[in-house]
């Protein structure tokens, strides 16, 4: 007997013990506009459960995964008109970090820009711009970045691809919001990137599964159909929607002389969707003279040779393109961000092995962010804050199987389920990752009528993929992204 109860407190000793929330909350304060604003600050992680049934039995609400988030509410009167804006990344294996310390947030990271990066260990500054001025904010880390994790001996794959990542996330919306008495308040979903493609089927996940409707999308670099941005073998839409961006990094670099940027994008445009999407979809049907007239049309905008272009056959593949556009100088450009330089060890590369772009500020926003939590929120972690993860990978897109990866039909159901749900698009000319010119050529195919067209907002930004890194473009999309803010 002494033996097996020995056993029974071994067994007892080796459970985990139940995960719960850590949330732990500071005050403080910012001047925007003249006016101090006094505000909350909790972070820390919920922990996330289910209702679990077991042949037709009710097991209990077992728990799954702890979700890492920071909120920011003002310490005036409960107000049910002020909104409430849940942020994200995207990915898949980003943090909020981007958003939070780029430009949504009351505290942003000094990084520097492109030329002019700043150097270690950085800094961080009160954001005046900050969207806190108009609504209270909520950063979400999906599972496995930021500290956000799978519970002890749960399964992480089951959060690491498209419908299960979407259930997370929008559990955690849904009781931050009850727990917070916010149902009454208006709500906005701020995606970037892959985050765009999350905000999307959240908005129709959130209305169909919890009847809860948002009043607004902030879609700020984005990608609703994966088929537009894909380079895959018999998708030629790639190539022509890339041309423009392309356009607008070799007009960056002085590829187009004294040319205004505006001039050189219109010609870019009109071409990518005209004459060279017509002779992509002619292939050898093209006569030499209508190749060589592509050719060199292609090589002009794209800041390219005539004798490279006709070498790829016309098809521009983008990493290739950051690759070959200053070979001269032994330079490379950035993916995220096409101002961005950098080098290659070896000069005749046919592909970067590093975006300059993103090696440029992921210090600085690893940084801050690592500061700040511990620092001045009081939060508390030996895990490492994962800003940027390959842990995710691979993600799944089961649902997809046999189809293109895309939620282009998800919003449009959820804006005509909800025909006052607005949705703001901020685009960055130099974005190589999600081409502004896609974006437009998806939101043309949005399957919606025509007046609810009317709540489709779209900005553009002289910058790239994080706009905000470019100190003018971070005013002027703060600017932007208040105004939608109020006027929804």
């Not at 007892?12 to 995960?19: G, N, V």
């Not at 289910?50 to 310490?75: N, Q």
């Not at 905008?301 to 290739?320: A, C, K, P, Q």
């Amino acid at each position: 007997m002494a033996d097996e109860k020995a056993d029974e407190a071994t067994q007892q000793d080796t459970t985990p013990a139940e995960p719960v929330d850590d949330l732990v909350s500071t005050h403080h304060a910012i001047t925007v506009d003249g006016t101090e604003l006094s505000y909350t600050a909790t972070t820390g992680r919920v922990v996330l459960r289910d209702e679990v049934y077991t042949d037709g039995k009710f097991d209990g609400h077992k728990a799954k995964a702890e979700v890492f988030l920071t909120s920011y509410v003002l310490d005036a009167a409960p107000d049910s008109n002020r909104p409430v804006t849940f942020a994200f990344n995207g990915g898949p294996g980003s943090a909020s970090v981007w958003l939070h310390l780029g430009v949504l947030g009351p505290r942003r990271v000094l990084s520097g820009d492109a030329g002019d990066l700043a150097p270690p260990p950085y800094g961080l500054a009160d954001n005046p711009e900050t969207l806190l001025k108009h609504s209270d904010l909520v950063f979400i880390d999906p599972v496995s970045t930021g500290y956000s994790r799978a519970i002890e001996g749960g399964k992480p794959g089951d959060f690491h691809g498209f419908q299960g990542d979407i259930e997370s996330i929008a559990e955690v919306i849904r009781l931050w919001t009850t727990r917070n008495s916010r149902w009454m308040s208006p709500k906005y979903l701020a995606g970037e990137s892959y985050g765009t493609l999350r905000a999307a089927a959240l908005a129709d996940h959130l209305q169909s599964r919890h009847g809860l409707y948002p009043n607004g999308l902030l879609l700020i670099s984005s990608v609703l159909d994966m088929g537009t941005i894909r380079f895959t073998e018999g998708n030629d839409l790639p190539y022509s929607l890339y041309l423009p961006t392309y356009a607008a990094i070799a007009h960056h670099h002085g590829k187009h002389g004294d040319r205004p940027l505006r001039d050189v994008l219109d010609e870019a445009e009109k071409f990518a969707a005209g004459d060279y999407a017509w002779a992509l979809a002619r292939g050898a049907r093209l006569t030499a003279e209508e190749r060589a007239d592509v050719v060199r049309k292609v090589a002009e905008l794209s800041g390219l040779t005539e004798d490279y272009v006709d070498r790829v056959n016309l098809r521009i593949e983008h990493v290739r393109f950051f690759t070959e556009l200053l070979r001269d100088e032994r330079r490379t450009v950035g993916r995220m961000d096409g101002r961005f330089t950098g080098w290659e060890p070896d000069a005749a590369v046919e592909r970067f092995t590093d975006d300059p772009s993103i090696s440029g500020i992921r210090g600085a926003y690893s940084a801050a962010i690592n500061h700040y939590l511990r620092e001045e929120l009081d939060y508390r972690s030996d895990l490492p804050y994962e800003t940027l993860t390959g842990r995710v990978q691979p993600w799944s897109y089961k649902e997809f199987e046999g189809a293109a990866v895309s939620v282009v039909d998800r919003l449009g159901a959820a804006m005509q389920a909800n025909p006052h749900l607005r949705v703001h698009v901020g685009c960055g000319y130099t974005d190589g990752a999600t081409p502004y010119f896609a974006a437009e050529h998806v939101l043309a195919r949005l399957p919606v009528p025509e007046e609810l067209r009317e709540n489709i907002d779209v900005r553009y930004y002289p910058a790239g993929h994080m706009m905000y890194v470019h100190e003018p473009s971070r005013i002027q999309q703060s600017e932007d992204l208040a105004t939608f803010i109020t006027r929804s």
